[in-house]
């Protein structure tokens, strides 16, 4: 069973930030966490992963609470291309347990 | 990151063959994964494909059905065996990519089991 739990589906107005919010209650001291979206059944695309710190891209922000219990995704500018299945995934080992992930859909 | 081709992208079959799929990578890499994901439903792990030794299986898989190939560290195969309706589904593989350890994901092939 997968080890995070994530809202099934989630709204965002285009322009506006999207946050995501993962649990991940039970990660131990070496798993990160890691995050990626799927579009419309295409191999999944990874994001941004983190251990303790938060962690900025080019994408996206991750934003890991301090007893890394739980942590948020942060899209800052959604668009309509935004639009995917995002997955949050803790790991220390390299093996993915996917969950159901969180439906966006970016709304124009 | 990493450039990742399967063969085929999709392919329609009749129940009872057998369907070999490519995975091919632009560099060498040590780990490597194959994944399915059934139709609305997320990815499941399979097995994790070795160089030069038997692929280790996940629970509910065995070799009999999905045996896998790793012949050397930018190619593997996944042959899905003696095939049913119920093996319609979309077939992925990952690598791992260092020293980040993050792993990027092929296209995937689907199929459908007639």
């Known amino acids: 069973d997968a080890k995070t739990t994530q809202p099934p589906s989630m709204d965002c107005a285009e322009g506006r930030a999207a946050n995501l919010p993962c649990n991940h209650s039970t990660i131990s001291g070496n798993e990160y966490v890691y995050w990626y979206r799927q579009i419309h059944s295409q191999g999944p695309q990874y994001i941004i992963h983190g251990l303790k710190n938060n962690e900025t891209n080019e994408m996206a922000s991750l934003i890991i609470t301090e007893d890394r219990k739980s942590s948020t995704l942060i899209l800052p500018h959604a668009t309509l291309r935004d639009t995917a299945v995002y997955y949050c995934?803790?790991?220390?080992?390299?093996?993915?347990?996917f969950g159901t992930g969180t439906r966006l859909k970016v709304l124009a | 990151s990493a450039v990742i081709s399967q063969k085929p992208s999709r392919d329609i079959c009749q129940r009872g063959t057998s369907l070999t799929i490519q995975c091919q990578v632009d560099?060498?890499?040590?780990?490597m994964f194959w994944y399915r994901q059934q139709p609305g439903q997320s990815l499941t792990l399979i097995a994790t494909?070795?160089?030069?030794?038997?692929?280790?299986?996940e629970s509910g898989f065995v070799i009999d059905k999905f045996p896998i190939s790793r012949p050397n560290l930018t190619f593997s195969t996944l042959t899905v065996s003696n095939m049913s309706p119920e093996d319609s589904s979309i077939y992925l593989c990952?690598?791992?990519?260092?020293?980040?350890?993050?792993?990027?994901f092929g296209p995937g092939t689907r199929l459908l089991v007639l």
């Open positions: 990952s690598v791992v990519r260092e020293p980040q350890g993050t792993q990027y």
């Open positions: 560099s060498q890499v040590t780990m």
């Open positions: 494909a070795n160089q030069g030794s038997e692929a280790t299986y």
């Open positions: 995934i803790e790991s220390g080992t390299y093996k993915y347990i």
